[in-house]
């Protein structure tokens, strides 16, 4: 069995699931695919993802979309470590952790809204740059709340493990250092941050980490 991982190395949702990989201990080849110089809106790409994003997965050639939905196949199919808890609240609570950020926050982050914002807006690197900020603060101010309220048994979102509200967390706080933001300003989650960072997993997945990162 081979698996691809067509990816940006700054992508948030590839970051994801290099992240999901690496926790369930799969074994799986990169493929960049260059945000930078367009290489998503060529031909070729689009043949593969026709809306022109990152990441696709590709598993004995079946090619699999959208982050969101990859996780849970990546859960399903290397059902162990768990990426959710068996307690139906416990999930229920979990996915709406994970969807603050897949639904709330990161869509309006994404590559092609910013260029949007700065360029087709006339709001330029500044607007962009206050854009990113307030969307980010209002998302996490939230999450911070939740998390907060929350009784949890371990340091990560996930509890005793990281799961996944860890996964999506990470690339997360990544692109709110990116953007100016102090994470200490939401301690409860800067610390899930932080010891999920010190795991190999998380390590191995970091941007700075990747075949096709820019020093």
């Not at 290489?39 to 990152?54: F, K, M, N, S």
Request: hydrophobic letters at 40%; glycine letters at 8%.
């Amino acid at each position: 069995m081979t698996t691809k991982l067509y990816g940006y190395w700054r992508s948030s949702a590839a970051y994801r699931l290099r992240i999901a990989l690496n926790l369930k201990g799969v074994d799986y080849q990169q493929v960049p695919v260059n945000l930078k110089e367009g290489e998503q809106r060529g031909a070729a790409w689009l043949d593969i993802q026709p809306q022109g994003l990152v990441p696709v997965l590709e598993h004995d050639g079946v090619r699999l979309l959208q982050s969101p939905a990859i996780l849970e196949w990546i859960d399903e199919t290397w059902p162990d470590p768990a990426f959710l808890p068996r307690d139906t609240i416990a999930r229920c609570q979990a996915r709406g952790w994970a969807s603050i950020i897949a639904c709330d926050i990161h869509p309006l982050q994404n590559l092609r809204v910013l260029k949007a914002v700065a360029g087709d807006l006339g709001q330029g690197p500044d607007g962009m740059k206050a854009w990113s900020q307030r969307w980010m603060k209002s998302g996490l101010d939230a999450l911070e709340t939740l998390v907060e309220a929350a009784p949890r048994t371990g340091e990560y979102l996930g509890g005793q493990i990281p799961g996944l509200a860890d996964i999506y967390l990470v690339p997360q706080a990544y692109n709110a250092r990116r953007w100016g933001l102090d994470m200490s300003d939401w301690p409860a989650l800067a610390a899930a941050d932080e010891a999920c960072r010190a795991l190999s997993a998380f390590r191995d997945a970091a941007p700075e980490s990747q075949p096709d990162a820019e020093v």
